[in-house]
T-cell receptor, first 109, second 111 residues
Framework: GQNIDQPTEMTATEGAIVQINCTYQ??????LFWYQQHAGEAPTFLSY????GLEEKGRFSSFLSRSKGYSYLLLKELQMKDSASYLC??????????FGSGTRLSIRP | GAGVSQSPSNKVTEKGKDVELRCDPI?????LYWYRQSLGQGLEFLIY????????KSGLPSDRFSAERTGGSVSTLTIQRTQQEDSAVYLC?????????FGEGSRLTVL
């Protein structure tokens, strides 16, 4: 089966850096996604990792360690608009994509 | 189309009634997923279609739930004899092998 764990809530300060962790257990691994979801809206794609290492995209970076079943999303220079839920999702070898429960990030001025 | 289209955007129904939710994926996307999201919760996997292969129905919560995908394009999620616990946002997403593109969802309220 598949199991994905991430913290339920986090709080950070505008302009700072925050790291959101995700651990997973899956039968077959074929990539890990991070999505952002603002309240009342559909999720939007942030990043995709299939090999170990760090992928950087502007203020957002995502890291993957397949041997440890671990990923993190790093958000730099936080802005108030970054207040949202961040969803970690894992694709199995059969291409089924399962989401974690999401981390609700609050940014304070 | 330009994006994933879902209808209706909102549906209010009485307990015991059947409902149909429609998803029109992005043209050329071979994979289609249905998820359910209750208020403040994560996305619960329901069903996954890939091309002409048999769908992965492992997430459907009961036999009241079914889905089909006609001609490899439009999909319909049907909930029979709705219950109050079925109230949620039903999200559809399509993909051509990479990231998922989501529709805006269908909000179902069962009274």
């Amino acid at each position: 089966g598949q199991n994905i764990d991430q913290p339920t809530e986090m709080t950070a300060t505008e302009g700072a850096i925050v790291q959101i962790n995700c651990t997973y257990q899956t039968s077959g691994f074929n990539g890990l996604f991070w999505y952002q979801q603002h309240a009342g809206e559909a999720p939007t794609f942030l990043s995709y990792n299939v090999l170990d290492g760090l992928e950087e995209k502007g203020r957002f970076s995502s890291f993957l360690s397949r041997s440890k079943g671990y990923s993190y999303l790093l958000l730099k220079e936080l802005q108030m608009k970054d207040s949202a839920s961040y969803l970690c999702a894992v694709r199995s070898s059969a291409s089924k994509i399962i989401f974690g429960s999401g981390t609700r990030l609050s940014i304070r001025p | 189309g330009a994006g994933v289209s879902q209808s209706p955007s909102n549906k209010v129904t009485e307990k015991g009634k059947d409902v149909e939710l429609r998803c029109d994926p992005i043209s050329g996307h071979t994979a289609l997923y249905w998820y359910r999201q209750s208020l403040g919760q994560g996305l619960e996997f329901l069903i996954y279609f890939q091309g002409n292969s048999a769908p992965d129905k492992s997430g459907l919560p009961s036999d009241r739930f079914s889905a089909e995908r006609t001609g490899g394009s439009v999909s319909t999620l049907t909930i029979q004899r709705t219950q109050q616990e079925d109230s949620a946002v039903y999200l559809c997403a399509s993909s051509k092998g990479g990231e998922l593109f989501f529709g805006e969802g269908s909000r179902l309220t069962v009274l």
